[in-house]
């Protein structure tokens, strides 16, 4: 059963525009969500991360918007670049009381 | 480097040889997570420990695989009797106790022939 469900699986956006990947979960348990960066060869690296007591968080170009009711989370990139090309994994915990489980990731390629 | 290392960074070996893989969490962090990952997918959860106390072991986590934390710093993760399917890159996490932010090292690429 996949607890956590992550779409697209892949994405094309031009330089300058904005990057949209999309995550489900269906444990209700869940209150932690972060969102990794993973390129080529290399581990995940935490890029930001939300508790459902918000609806949105805000770091740089990268937005998290929250949907408890929905159970859905998203990730926003904002004027995204060719470096930001690599596979963005979602995520969620029950307050690291269980391991994280993961999306299946989304590899995006930002084209100048 | 303060973070998570892991070594070696790549392992060939043939099927049915055993291999061992080491993992150094940052060093005041008291737990240490061990993942899977095969090509497209996401992370999978294998075992994790808390100081030297191992806490949950994933379904995932056959009687071929076994992990230590000895003295609650390092960890190992051995695999018997490799099997063409264990090829996969074997990551490591480690965070402290009561935080869910995990901080993955590089991991370990193993290529079983």
């Known amino acids: 059963q996949q607890q956590v469900k992550q779409s697209p699986q892949s994405l094309i956006v031009q330089k300058g525009g904005i990057s949209i990947i999309n995550c489900a979960y269906e444990n209700t348990a869940f209150d932690y969500f972060p969102w990794y960066q993973q390129f080529p060869g290399k581990g995940p690296a935490l890029l930001i991360a939300?508790?459902?007591?918000?609806s949105e968080k805000k770091e740089g170009r990268f937005t998290i918007s929250f949907n408890k009711s929905a159970k859905q989370f998203s990730l926003h990139i904002m004027d995204s670049q060719p470096g930001d090309s690599a596979t963005y994994f979602c995520a969620a915990s029950d307050s690291g009381n269980t391991p994280l489980v993961f999306g299946k990731g989304t590899r995006l390629s930002v084209i100048a | 480097d303060t973070g998570v290392s892991q070594d070696p960074r790549h392992k060939i070996t043939k099927r049915g040889q055993n291999v061992t893989f080491r993992c150094d969490p940052i060093?005041?962090?008291?737990?240490l997570y061990w993942y899977r990952q095969t090509l497209g997918q996401g992370p999978e959860f294998l075992t994790y420990f808390q100081n030297e106390a191992q806490l949950e072991k994933s379904r995932l986590l056959s009687d071929r695989f076994s992990a230590e934390r000895p003295k609650g710093s390092f960890s190992t993760l051995e695999i018997q009797r490799t099997e063409q399917g264990d090829s996969a890159m074997y990551l490591c996490?480690?965070?402290?106790?009561?935080?869910?932010?995990?901080?993955f090292g590089p991991g370990t690429r193993l290529t079983v022939l």
């Open positions: 996490a480690s965070s402290l106790a009561g935080s869910p932010t995990q901080y």
């Open positions: 060093s005041e962090h008291n737990r």
């Open positions: 939300i508790r459902p007591d918000v």
